[in-house]
């Protein structure tokens, strides 16, 4: 008799129950139950904002494409697009097939004691995409981490030769974790919080602006060259969609490498194709030392990001048997993530879809400068580039700036942040389109639709924003009011 057969096995009724809901019942709670759970476990206060846009109540069915199944049968348009993670849409066919073929062929997820094939595969494949030498890539989960790499690959270069600081730009964003935190600055999320880089090994310039690199840079050297390990600049501005000048991104790469600064370009967000190009940073002639790419590598399924280099950078840093794990993470490289990464760059080829973003792209943006013929009081600019459009709305933001900064000015932003909410909402509730904004550019309805987007889905779009335009500011802000007093008292 072996010792386990000494065990016991506890009865049924012995036997904890936790009163956990099966998968089949999680699918099949009802909306109110399933929001009664996200704000008892999750976030209440998240829920409330989503209350407050309307969206509380969008009961999910299903999602494919750019369409959105709600469960009562209507149909919404997602132009808010995971904020840039579904390049490829909702549900592609083909990443769907590839997670089925991993699953028939069982194939192996997680090994951390010898190589998985898979990650060679996919970091050869975002090679082949990239200029050379852009051909190491570590493999991580998020935007933010693929940042902390890149931050984390240049500081072990940089910090022996005496260097200390970043460069960024001031209302950047890189992610949450503690090290791009630290150069985050697009909106107040580092109130609170220690910095993983200590304030005074940061410094700003203006963003677009070579001038100011110049004179940071200028205010940063001492008696062995130059304090600054890297700067980290986005290729296109992921909160206020500022598309910088043509030749910055170049000037930027030039003044960095003539004062030993690594350049690390943010490709997050408008990465992999989004732009009409792979990378935002290749409509120009230059390379970054480093890349970082997240959202879209994923398919719209998995959760999967990359810092990409080059083997001399990578040598440098952590070129022998002892460094080479110097910085790891549990899921890096996950089996079925990198088969979803493989196909995603298969189907932007296949499909040529990056030739589309580019396309589709221009065709909403033409549709928009009509859009703001038709209405110039009303739209004050629009901004970015594909599949990342802006609407730059009229809150009266020009006059109030004479009087207030209206970045801080706590009323300023509230009153902007009902205006935006109630024009989001108007679009959702007539119209069945999600768009969206962010805290840091509160005049800005953010458009983000997947490359496969049709020209009749954008003609929809225009046609509501023509609608919620006509009507007006004052009338979505009076029913949104409405609708949130209702909430409110009721
Ligand atoms: C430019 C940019 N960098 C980094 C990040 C962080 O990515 P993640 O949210 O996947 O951590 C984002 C997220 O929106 C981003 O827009």
């Known amino acids: ?235 296109i501005r992921g909160t206020s969609c500022h ?47 480093v890349v970082t790419l997240a959202k879209t590598l994923g398919g719209g399924k998995r959760e999967l990001g990359a810092m990409v280099t080059s083997q001399a950078l990578f040598d440098k840093a952590y070129g022998n048997k002892n460094d080479c794990n110097l910085h790891s993470s549990s899921f890096s490289g996950m089996g079925e993530s990198c088969a979803v990464g493989i196909e995603t760059l298969n189907v932007l080829e296949d499909e040529q879809l990056i030739d589309r973003a580019g396309l589709i792209g221009n065709y909403l943006q033409a549709r928009l400068e009509k859009l703001r013929e038709k209405y110039p009081r009303k739209i004050v600019s629009l901004r970015g580039k594909g599949c990342f459009q802006a609407i730059e709305l009229n809150f009266g933001q020009q006059l109030a700036e004479k009087a207030i900064d209206i970045r801080t000015n706590s009323l300023f932003v509230t009153y902007e942040t009902v205006l935006i909410g109630a024009m989001a909402r108007e679009l959702y509730e007539r119209h069945g389109i999600l768009v969206h904004f962010q805290p840091g550019a509160r005049d800005l309805l953010h458009l983000m639709p997947p490359y496969i987007v049709s020209e009749a889905q954008i003609d929809r779009l225009i046609e509501a924003l023509d609608d919620v335009l006509g009507r007006g500011v004052a009338d979505a802000t009076v029913r949104f009011v409405v609708k949130n007093i209702k909430r409110v008292l009721g």
């Not at 996200?38 to 969008?58: E, P, R, S, T, W």
């Not at 030993?260 to 792979?278: A, N, Q, S």
């Open 1 to 235: 008799m072996t010792a386990l057969a000494k065990i016991e096995a506890p009865s049924r009724e012995d036997r904890q129950n936790h009163g956990l809901l099966t998968l089949e019942q999680s699918l099949a709670l009802d909306n109110e139950t399933a929001m009664g759970l996200y704000a008892a476990h999750l976030n209440k206060y998240m829920l409330q904002v989503f209350d407050i846009l309307g969206l509380a109540h969008m009961d999910i069915e299903s999602a494919q494409g750019a369409e959105i199944t709600l469960r009562d049968g209507r149909k919404v348009l997602d132009y808010s697009g995971g904020f840039g993670v579904l390049g490829l849409g909702h549900n592609h066919p083909r990443i769907i097939a590839a997670e089925r073929l991993c699953h028939d062929r069982k194939v192996l997820d997680c090994i951390k004691i010898a190589p998985h094939k898979l990650q060679g595969a996919l970091a050869y494949n975002i090679s082949r995409f990239l200029p050379k030498p852009l051909d190491v890539s570590f493999l991580a989960v998020s935007g933010t981490e693929a940042n902390e790499a890149a931050m984390k690959i240049c500081e072990r270069v940089q910090t022996p030769k005496g260097k200390t600081k970043f460069l960024c730009f001031k209302g950047a964003f890189h992610g949450k974790t503690h090290g791009p935190l630290s150069l985050t600055t697009a909106t107040d999320v580092q109130s609170g919080f220690i910095m993983g880089v200590p304030k005074e090994n940061v410094v700003f310039a203006t963003y677009g602006d070579i001038a100011s690199v110049r004179e940071v840079i200028a205010r940063e050297q001492f008696e062995k060259g130059n304090r600054i390990i890297a700067g980290i600049v986005e290729t």
């Open 243 to 289: 598309v910088p000048g043509p030749g910055f991104l170049t000037a930027f790469a030039q003044l960095c490498r003539e004062n030993d600064i690594l350049t690390i370009f943010d490709e997050v967000k408008v990465g992999m194709g989004r732009t009409g190009k792979f990378c935002a940073f290749m409509h120009e002639d230059v390379v970054p030392d």
